[in-house]
Antibody, heavy 121, light 110 residues
Framework: QVQLQESGPGLVKPSETLSLTCAVS?????????WGWIRQPPGKGLEWIGS???????YYNPSLKSRVTISVDTSKNQFSLKLSSVTAADTAVYYC??????????????WGQGTLVTVSS | SYELTQPPSVSVSPGQTARITCSGD??????AYWYQQKPGQAPVLVIY???ERPSGIPERFSGSSSGTTVTLTISGVQAEDEADYYC?????????????FGGGTKLTVL
């Protein structure tokens, strides 16, 4: 059973960099699949942030691309998110998830429980 | 930017059929997916590739596609089906790994 667990600071100051890690268990990242980050501001909908392959190939949401870096550490079986120059608008629950590629399209079949990150001074 | 449009809310009585729509110009060329999200929980995939149901998802959940609109149908709605539902597809760039979500629909079971 694939399990994902997000970790990182729950409070980040404006203009600083948000950093989160997703630890994967029950599956080796090196074996394949893309892995992604999704966020959800309080009371609002889901927003895809970006996805990464075990080789390091990445795809980002164009609206966030200038501030986002997603990386992978196969030795620790985890992947990470960095979002720079954060503002209050980046306050959200951040989810990591496994990307399932099916017939030329993708979805998210396994999700972490999510972690709330608040941007405030 | 590409958008998927859902109604903000749908209400049905227990035992009735709920239909939640999702519209997008690229949907004739891209598969759609549906997620159920209950308060305080992560989303759960309930329909993939327009109409396929993952293992463990009740048969009352079904999906269909027609032109630029996809529909999630819940037959014989139960109280436990009250949740937010999100559609998801690829954006219109042709890069299937770039994902877009609909705004979500709150299903209320009266």
């Amino acid at each position: 059973q694939v399990q994902l667990q997000e970790s990182g600071p729950g409070l980040v100051k404006p203009s600083e960099t948000l950093s989160l890690t997703c630890a994967v268990s029950g599956y080796s990242i090196s074996s394949g699949y893309y892995w992604g980050w999704i966020r959800q501001p309080p009371g609002k909908g889901l927003e895809w942030i970006g996805s990464i392959y075990h080789s390091g190939s990445t795809y980002y949401n164009p609206s966030l691309k200038s501030r986002v870096t997603i990386s992978v550490d196969t030795s620790k079986n985890q992947f990470s998110l960095k979002l720079s120059s954060v503002t209050a608008a980046d306050t959200a629950v951040y989810y990591c998830a496994r990307v399932l590629a099916v017939a030329g399209s993708t979805c998210f079949d396994y999700w972490g429980q999510g972690t709330l990150v608040t941007v405030s001074s | 930017s590409y958008e998927l449009t859902q109604p903000p809310s749908v209400s049905v009585s227990p035992g009735q059929t709920a239909r939640i729509t999702c519209s997008g110009d690229a949907l004739p060329k891209q598969y759609a997916y549906w997620y159920q999200q209950k308060p305080g929980q992560a989303p759960v995939l309930v329909i993939y590739k327009d109409s396929e149901r993952p293992s463990g998802i009740p048969e009352r959940f079904s999906g269909s596609s027609s032109g630029t609109t996809v529909t999630l149908t819940i037959s014989g709605v139960q109280a436990e089906d009250e949740a937010d539902y999100y559609c998801q597809s690829a954006d219109s760039s042709g890069t299937y790994l770039r994902v877009v979500f609909g705004g979500g629909t709150k299903l209320t079971v009266l």
